[in-house]
């Protein structure tokens, strides 16, 4: 059974720091592509950030460059989302993404909310 499980969401206040987690099982993690996307409500969800399978070459986001920092592990199936310097437009509910070449898993997302 595949799963890809997301944590570490919550209400922090701007400039503070976040770290989510992703943690897989049921499929062989080393082989995906691992990304992190949000959907604020009312807009559609977006690609935060992404990486390969060996955790090279990450790409962000132009609104999160500098700030969020994605990162792997592979021995603990798990890929993690640094985030700083939060602000309210940050605020969405943010999923994890694995992908392959000829399949694609969600997680069921966790909430941030940035707000004083």
């Known amino acids: 059974q595949v799963q890809l499980v997301e944590s570490g969401g919550g209400l922090v206040q701007p400039v503070g720091s976040l770290r989510l987690s992703c943690a897989a099982s049921?499929?062989?993690?080393?082989?995906?592509?691992m990304s992190w996307h949000r959907q604020a409500p009312g807009k559609e969800r977006e690609l935060v950030a992404a990486?390969?399978?060996?955790?090279?070459?990450?790409n962000y986001a132009n609104s999160v460059k500098g700030r969020f920092t994605i990162s792997r592990d592979n021995a603990k199936n798990t890929v993690y989302l640094q985030m700083n310097s939060l602000k309210p437009e940050d605020t969405a509910v943010y999923y994890c993404?694995?992908?392959?070449?000829?399949?694609?898993?969600w997680g069921q997302g966790t909430q941030v909310t940035v707000s004083s």
């Open positions: 049921g499929f062989t993690f080393s082989r995906y592509t």
């Open positions: 990486i390969t399978t060996t955790g090279g070459n990450p």
């Open positions: 993404k694995a992908a392959s070449t000829i399949r694609t898993y």
